[in-house]
Every structure is written in structure tokens, then in C-alpha cells.
């Protein structure tokens, strides 16, 4: 089992920054590969961000390519996605996830698709 939670959202305007953290602990928690998810108001989860287990490689939706970047740091079995020039349909909770594919997280497939989740965090950008 691992487990997975989320820190780092809140309230912020237009342009602001914010970074996310997600805390793995469990058997072998650093050997997933790594992802975040979202989900607004009336909308299905969406595919994020994805990093490999060494952090070498990182894959992005287009939406936030360029703006987001994730990282990890396997000493401290963490996760972060730093969100630059934040804009309102950016607003969602972010989700993190632990996968053993990190093919299958670039796929952004469905909840149920992936081997643990986290609560999730949520993040508002006002105009």
C-alpha cells in the first residue's frame, strides 16, 4: 500500500505561483512513477503532469506546458508541482497519483485506471 497526500493549494490571483507537495510513504512508494491530476466544478478528472521514477523524464498537458513543471525528490518520498502564471481555469483540486506505468499516466485514463490516489488539494485562481 502506499499512501499519498497532497499539501500546498489555496486561494491566489491571476499570474500568482503556487506549489503543490505529495507526500508518499508505504512499501517501495519511490519506485511509482508520478502524476497530477485535476478536477474543476462540473468536469472529469484531467491529466496534469506525469514524472518518471528517476525524475529524468516528465510529460504535461498541453493546457499547463510551459507554466507547470513537476519534480520529485525520492530522499523525502515527495512530489511537487510548481504552477506559474496561474490563471482562473487553472481552479480545480489537484490530485496526486502513484502508478507503476509512467506510459499509463501520460495516457491520462480514468480514475480507476491507477494504483493510488491522494485526496487532493484545492487550488482557486481569482480574476
Known amino acids: 500500500q502506499v499512501q499519498l497526500v497532497e499539501s500546498g493549494g489555496g486561494l491566489v490571483q491571476a499570474g500568482d505561483s503556487l506549489r503543490l507537495s505529495c507526500v508518499a510513504s508505504?512499501?517501495?512508494?519511490?519506485?511509482?512513477?508520478m502524476g497530477w491530476f485535476r478536477q474543476a466544478p462540473g468536469r472529469e478528472r484531467a491529466f496534469v503532469a506525469a514524472i518518471t521514477v528517476s525524475g529524468m523524464r516528465s510529460y504535461y498537458a498541453d493546457s499547463v506546458k510551459g507554466r507547470f513543471t513537476i519534480s520529485r525528490d525520492n530522499a523525502k518520498n515527495t512530489v511537487y508541482l510548481q504552477m506559474d502564471s496561474l490563471k482562473p481555469e487553472d481552479t480545480a483540486v489537484y490530485y496526486c497519483l502513484a502508478d507503476s506505468s509512467y506510459a499509463r499516466i501520460m495516457k491520462g485514463l480514468g480514475f480507476s485506471e491507477y494504483d493510488y490516489w491522494g485526496q487532493g488539494t484545492q487550488v482557486t485562481v481569482s480574476s
Open positions: 508505504g512499501r517501495s512508494s519511490s519506485n511509482y512513477a
